[in-house]
């Protein structure tokens, strides 16, 4: 069993910038593929950005392709999203999802999830 715990969500004007970050455990991290989710109000969930298993191949939604950018650390079993340029169409909960053996990255299909974290972009 994967436990994954985001952190980083907070409220930011627009223009600005922020960090997620999801520590992983319960599991070897390098066998993990990783990805980043989120929900906005009244929205379906959209899966923004996602980091493979070795050679670390990297999807992005359109939505935030050039804003965004997804890193891992295996040392610390952590995977980051670092945010620029926000927009108020941005505030979203966040979640960090985790799968060994996920088929593509750009599937919905991951099979560990973690709890959200509050991102909110003020205009």
């Known amino acids: 069993q994967v436990q994954l715990v985001e952190s980083g969500g907070e409220l930011v004007q627009a223009g600005g910038s922020l960090r997620l970050s999801c520590a992983a455990s319960?599991?070897?991290?390098?066998?993990?593929?990783m990805a980043w989710f989120r929900q906005g109000p009244g929205k379906e969930r959209e899966l923004i950005a996602a980091i493979s298993q070795n050679p670390y191949l990297r999807y992005y939604a359109d939505s935030v392709k050039g804003r965004f950018t997804i890193s891992r650390d295996n040392a610390k079993s952590t995977v980051y999203l670092q945010m620029n340029s926000l927009k108020p169409e941005d505030t979203a909960v966040y979640y960090c999802a985790a799968d060994p053996r996920i088929r593509s990255l750009s599937s919905d299909e991951y099979e560990y999830w973690g709890q959200g974290t509050q991102v909110t972009v003020s205009s």
């Open positions: 319960g599991r070897t991290f390098n066998t993990l593929n």
